[in-house]
């Protein structure tokens, strides 16, 4: 018999790691509530010309595919083996399979909102937290399953909601108490850049390579748009482009430089005044070289990196303005951000930034002394239990040592012990592990015990 594993990419979670998550979900549940976004859950897996080409090239290539069930069939076996072959080589063939795990949560939300359209009240805000899936290389940070947390609005226009996003952003992360940068660009800017290189047939090879660029480095990109088939004096355009640094006001002065009066850069460059107008007080800095490679995305476009911590973002999204029309319903503007969970854990786990008393819901063990004494204490513990104070008992009558031991084992921070001496005078003894302080309390009193813990 082989040894028990899991599939690669995919990890199980203990109590600790989950209690962990949990705070994070949670902290971002609250954030996202105080803005109005409302909870929504889709489907694990949706129909497969639901997600396909929807994510470019590169993204469909990471669907993962449902097979369908039944092609074991004698009959249908040749046939099934040739079909099998062409998904393989990527094409679909609705035989072999017409579902797939959703690869994000954007896509499955901009059906939804096209499927109830009629019953909705726009602008409509929802936020969705639920697993997705990737058949990507698994490597620090990046999973093929992995948990999104996102926040959409749709039904407006209005750039104060990429306002309230960017608030949202920097309302989490001082919850969680990372130091973050909040990046942005326009996938207006994009176009004008692929519009004044000459070319704007070919903005989505170019942002495909730019977007490569922390990756492989400008040399590679340079090549990548050669092989794409751009021109040398194109590409010197584009390299200029990726060059711009100084303050966000020196990066739009020499932006403006670049584009001339293109309109297109001058529309991305006024929602990005926009947006720093109402942002001074936040650490939003314009990044030139973000590019976001889905295609959907049609203006303002975030990403989130963490600071002193060597990680890939940990959080993106942009404006999406005409995504519903991929499902027959067209001029539903929307715009959305989502969490990287699974990366943000990873610089909380770096940084040592979970408080301490999330590591266990139970506050008090009651030691089991014998029938009558663990009698008296699972009555007291029920009624702790009641006023919402987490406590167990030791189930055996086990040596001092061994329920000790189990406290700490477990994270325990008290222990309480009532043995025949304790039953008869009416007490019993609360001791804090980590200080080594300890109290007497009565069976009628709680309240010292409901103090300490």
Known sequence: MSKPSIPQGTRDFNAEIIRKRNFIFNSIKTVFELYGYEPLETPTMENLDTLMGKYGDEGDKLIFKILNNGLDHDSKKEKAKQDFEKVLAGKNVTTITERAL???????????????????????????????????????????????????????KSLINEVELINIYASVFRKLNIDVEIKINSRK??????????????????????????????????????????????????????????????????????????????????????????????????????ARGLNYYTGIIFEIKA???????????????????????????????????????D??????????????????????????????????????????????????????????????KKGIPNVAILGSKELAEGKFLLKNLKSGQQITVDFDDLQPLIEKL
Not at 107 to 112: E, G, S, T
Not at 266 to 285: M, P, T
């Open 307 to 345: 600071s002193y911590v060597q990680m890939g973002s940990i959080g993106g999204g942009g404006r999406y303005d005409d995504l519903t029309s991929l499902f027959g319903v067209p001029n539903i503007p929307g715009v959305g951000i989502s969490f990287g969970v699974d990366r943000i854990y």
């Open 347 to 408: 610089v909380m786990e770096e940084l040592k930034l979970f408080p301490d008393n999330i590591q266990t819901a139970t506050k008090v063990l009651f030691f089991n002394l014998g029938e009558q004494e663990s009698s008296k204490a699972f009555y007291i513990l029920q009624q702790l239990r009641d006023m919402g104070i987490g406590g167990e008992l030791f189930l055996e009558n086990a040596k001092f040592d061994k329920q000790f031991k189990y406290a700490e």
């Open 189 to 290: 800017i994009l176009q004008a850049l692929a519009e004044v290189v000459g070319d704007s047939e070919k903005m989505i090879h170019i942002t495909t390579a730019i977007d490569k660029l922390d990756k492989i480095g400008l040399s590679k990109v340079k090549e990548e748009l050669e092989e794409r088939g751009l021109l040398k004096p194109q590409i010197s355009i584009i390299e200029n482009y990726l060059l711009i640094e100084g303050s966000n006001a020196e990066k739009l002065k020499q932006l403006n430089a670049l584009f001339g009066d293109n309109k297109t850069g001058k529309e991305g460059i006024s929602d990005i005044d926009y947006i720093l107008d109402y942002q001074s007080h936040a650490n939003v800095k314009i990044d030139f070289t973000l």
């Open 102 to 156: 959703r690869y994000d949560l954007t896509i499955p939300f901009a059906r939804y909102v096209a499927m109830n359209h009629g019953k909705l009240t726009f602008p409509f805000k929802r936020y969705q937290i639920q697993p997705v899936w990737r058949a990507d290389r698994p490597q620090r940070g990046r999973y093929r399953e992995f948990y999104q947390c996102d926040a959409d609005v749709v039904g407006s």
